[in-house]
């Protein structure tokens, strides 16, 4: 077996539609031995993983997966299955995968499964390998290429393998990138409410929600949630005297800085006092019931622990609650029990902790609903009290009490409370959270009976945390479970309030960039704060905010991030989608352009079919109320309506009377059209939908379309007018956008940008495919009877295909008199000289003559030899790579005395 690929999905991808870990991988001699074939392997696995009995697989039953290794099936579907397993055995629930053949490569897999934890959804695919592999026989061991998936872990490598070590080392993976109780709870709610969600750090720092609408979270801590509150709420001295002055009932008791102090204190107070730091959080330095000085010595060492200055207070006699208050109402109660085990006649005290801690429900720290009770001083000295130690032997029933305090992060129980309350004691707690200022908060409340007013029987507040944790409430160990999340979340999103930002993506083989600036463009016409992704970098309205190739899914999750963006418009580039899938679930309105030849060999992606598919990955995620673009006028985007998402949008340049009957039939019917209309000054842009039609603007008032005459613009703008018309732009607004709109090096640099300084125009643009100069030589079929000889500065990068760049050469030789072909400085995985030499000989197939064919490997010399070349009324193409360094080159040309440049244009031009 050989890894040859793997990728982390994280969006929306090529194969589906969830995040998920794609491993590509070769069986080698393995395809001829199927399962059945290979003498005890089935047995053998299960032996290793008997959790696989329990996979349903294509029988969506228990066994199924065990009936189809018995009848045969190929490793690749195996590995995927134990992939899935080792996670769940982390403590991780993933249950979804699937494994394809990649086609015309026999043996050849790409297995795929869905992840928690990116870390752990890798380690487990390596671990797969390493397991399967371990119970092949001899003679078909040996793999390849474990790295490219993930470091080795606690297992062995092949052929010896360590289940043991290996799920030790995921449970850690799982549990370093696990997020606690209280967060993943409110992630899924707020995922089942279908908003988005971005986890910003490695702890718990999310982003709910999108640009302007986001929401921020850590834990229980919201971005509603006031500093001065959480401020406030750690001092418990001023917490306690601002809910006295709010008629709230606390303990009476004050703040200490000696020990000195801390005895005069409790004896001021007369009976059982609490110390604790004043500080402190979960419980820590907490010591309860002290009465004596020795007691109170004590204590006071314990909260000195964990803060300078320590609380003496009364102790109120009760029962300790956890009310939890958002936005001003309870939403869950739970009564708490401090950490304790149950004698049973026979174990010791510290084997009775150990069965408590075996409890699958209790972890380390807050991984769990409950977490696992260590024995400290605190716990020493709760046995001590009692007159027992660690090796006593309590009796049958009896229960003995391992710490004072009921935190459930030392161990505690907790038994839901909510529909029992008093009213006045919810009220009590309401009024406390409103007077610190929480939006969310948990209320330490003592009393001997929840059920009954405090002010009848005694009893209070003791406690305001800001950071609750949810685990007592979510999962209570007796009662019934509350969703706490909800109401969190509810008060973030109220009901009618919007999560998600309007997102246009915007996808095709060529036009991109030029597309998403007219979207933009318009947005910015409708008021809205814009951000932006292309191939030049990402902006929020006019500024620049990374200058780089943005067409990723990288930099759309910045845009998302932006707390000012209204509007995100996304370039979505097809590597960006191979490599690590959409950066978002899903759009308002999914545009495809065109689908021509351009980066076919690469990634897999071999035949337009396959890039069509790639490309089709954006319509397919477009929300049901929103709106995919897609070119009529293209075979292979026409036929993405039948997977694509929402209402169904056309455009096409043929329109009117030339119109075919299909969309004559979809406007009929009231569906969506852009389209071109024959008329004078280049036709006419209208827009129909639901039986309505709107006339927007005449072709030459277009500035990016040279009086019209440049129809790839024209298309662009139609594509432009349906994503306009999908984010509720008027037709005015749409036209008084792309009126404004210009090919301008500033508003849109290397999209067709003209300059016409210098006696005779020059055109640059980032046309760099055969269907980029396709239509480009449309344009200038209709420039020629303006203008004398037509110069082309002609490339391609190097890892195109011999046929692309053959293709490139052919379609140059149609287009100009003189052509210049260059190279990239880096070849792209060619030796220097072969794409010239391609070109070349695309050129020449054409009958195109070898003494006008110019062979330059610099970038700037060759634009410096068309310029030189040039004559008044000339027509100069340049189709760079620096895109910004040419255009620069281009307007600030001077030229040379016209017999320097005679000179120039015979002698120093054939030149490599």
Not at 545 to 553: E, H, K, N, Q, T
Not at 678 to 692: H, K, N, T
Not at 762 to 778: K, L, Q, S, T, W
Request: proline content about 5%; overall charge neutral.
């Amino acid at each position: 077996m050989r890894v040859l690929e793997v990728a982390t999905y994280r969006g929306p991808h090529l194969y589906a539609s969830r995040p998920m870990v794609r491993i590509q991988l070769d069986l080698g001699q393995l395809e001829t031995w199927p399962t059945q074939r290979i003498h005890g392997f089935t047995d053998r696995l299960l032996v290793t993983l008997p959790g696989l009995g329990a996979h349903g697989c294509s029988y969506k039953a228990p066994g199924g997966l065990v009936m189809r290794m018995r009848e045969g099936t190929w490793l690749g579907h195996v590995i995927e299955h134990v992939a899935l397993e080792l996670q769940k055995l982390a403590g991780v629930e993933v249950g979804r995968g699937k494994t394809r053949s990649v086609k015309g490569r026999p043996g050849v897999y790409n297995i795929l499964y869905v992840y928690e934890g990116e870390a752990l959804g890798r380690a487990a695919g390596r671990a797969a390998i390493e397991l399967v592999h371990s119970v092949l026989p001899r003679e078909l061991q040996g793999v390849e290429g474990l790295d490219r998936i993930a470091p080795a872990i606690g297992g062995l490598t092949p052929p010896l393998f360590d289940l043991k070590a290996t799920l030790d080392a995921l449970k850690a993976i799982a549990r370093r990138g696990a997020l606690g109780p209280t967060t993943r709870s409110l992630v899924q709610e707020a995922r089942r409410r279908g908003i988005p969600v971005q986890r910003l750090d490695e702890q718990s720092l999310i982003q709910l929600g999108w640009g302007a609408r986001r929401k921020m979270l850590r834990a229980s801590i919201t971005g509603q949630t006031s500093h001065i509150a959480v401020e406030t709420a750690g001092d418990k001295a001023l917490t306690k005297s601002l809910l006295a002055g709010a008629g709230v009932p606390v303990p009476r008791g004050g703040v200490v800085r000696t020990l000195e102090e801390a005895l005069v204190e409790a004896e001021r107070i007369k009976g059982p006092v609490v110390l604790k730091p004043l500080n402190g959080n979960h419980g820590r330095g907490v010591s309860l019931a002290l009465e004596t000085p020795d007691q109170v010595r004590w204590g006071y060492e314990q909260a000195t622990k964990h803060g300078r200055r320590v609380i003496v207070e009364e102790q109120y006699v009760g029962r300790d609650y956890r009310i939890l208050v958002v936005g001003g109402q309870v939403v869950a109660v739970a009564e708490r029990v401090p950490a304790q085990v149950i004698g049973d006649g026979q174990g010791a005290v510290a084997q009775l902790i150990e069965a408590v801690n075996a409890d699958p429900r209790r972890g380390i720290g807050h991984e769990r609903v409950m977490t696992r009770i260590v024995i400290d001083d605190q716990v020493m000295d709760m046995l001590a009290r009692a007159g027992l130690s660690l090796e006593s032997v309590p009796t049958a029933g009896q229960v003995v009490a391992l710490r004072a305090t009921a935190n459930l992060s030392t161990g505690g129980t907790a038994i839901d409370r909510t529909d029992v309350i008093h009213p006045d004691n919810a009220a009590i707690a309401r009024r406390a959270a409103l007077t610190v200022g929480l939006d969310v908060a948990g209320i330490d409340f003592m009393a001997p009976d929840i059920t009954r007013s405090v002010r009848e029987t005694g009893g209070g507040i003791v406690e305001v945390n800001a950071a609750p944790g949810f685990r007592m409430h979510l999962e209570p160990s007796e009662g019934r479970p509350r969703d706490v999340a909800k109401a969190v979340i509810a008060e973030l999103f109220p009901p009618g309030t919007r999560s998600r930002i309007p997102i246009v993506a915007v996808t095709g083989t060529n036009g991109k960039s030029t597309v998403v600036r007219m979207v933009a463009r318009i947005a910015r016409e409708m008021g809205k704060t814009v951000g932006l992704t292309n191939t030049t970098g990402v902006y929020v309205n006019d500024e620049k905010v990374l200058d780089a190739d943005a067409s990723g899914p990288k930099s759309a999750r910045m845009v998302l991030r932006d707390p000012t963006v209204e509007v995100a418009v996304l370039e979505t580039a097809r590597g960006g989608m191979l490599r690590e899938g959409l950066a978002f679930d899903r759009c308002d309105v999914g545009i495809v352009l065109n689908v021509s030849a351009d980066h076919l060999g690469l990634k897999g992606i071999d035949t337009l079919d396959d890039l069509a598919a790639v490309k089709s990955i954006v319509t397919e995620t477009v929300s049901r109320r929103g709106i995919s673009v897609l070119n009529a006028d293209d075979p292979l985007t026409l036929r993405m309506a039948r997977h694509a998402g929402g209402r169904i949008g056309y455009f096409t340049l043929n329109g009117g009377f030339e119109m075919s009957p299909f969309l004559q039939k979809h406007v009929a019917e009231g569906g969506l059209l852009a389209a071109l209309e024959p008329s004078v000054r280049g036709g006419e842009l209208v827009l129909y939908d639901r039986g309505a039609r709107w006339s927007l603007m005449h072709a030459d008032e277009l500035p990016s379309t040279l009086q019209g005459l440049a129809r790839f613009n024209v298309a662009n703008a139609l594509a432009a007018v349906l994503a306009g018309h999908g984010l509720g732009a008027s037709p005015a607004i749409m036209a008084a956008a792309l009126g404004a709109f210009t090919s301008s090096h500033a508003e849109n640099p290397g999209r067709f940008n003209v300059h016409d300084a210098h006696g005779f125009r020059v055109i640059v643009d980032y046309a760099h495919n055969p269907g980029a100069m396709r239509a480009m030589g449309e344009l200038v079929a209709q420039l020629r009877p303006r203008v004398g000889r037509v110069i082309g500065v002609v490339s391609i990068p190097g890892d195109r295909r011999d046929e692309d760049i053959l293709e490139m050469g052919a379609i140059a030789a149609e287009m100009f008199d003189e052509l210049i072909f260059r190279e990239r400085p880096d070849g792209r995985g060619r030796p220097s000289g072969s794409v010239l030499s391609l070109l070349t000989d695309g050129a020449l197939g054409t009958g195109f003559p070898d003494e006008r064919i110019h062979r330059i490997l610099s970038e700037a010399r060759s634009v410096d030899a068309a310029l030189r070349m040039a004559r008044p009324g000339d027509l100069v193409l340049v189709f760079p790579t620096a895109v910004d360094a040419v255009w620069k080159q281009v307007t600030s040309f001077r030229p040379a005395e016209p017999g320097a440049a005679s000179l120039q244009a015979e002698d120093g031009l054939a030149y490599v």
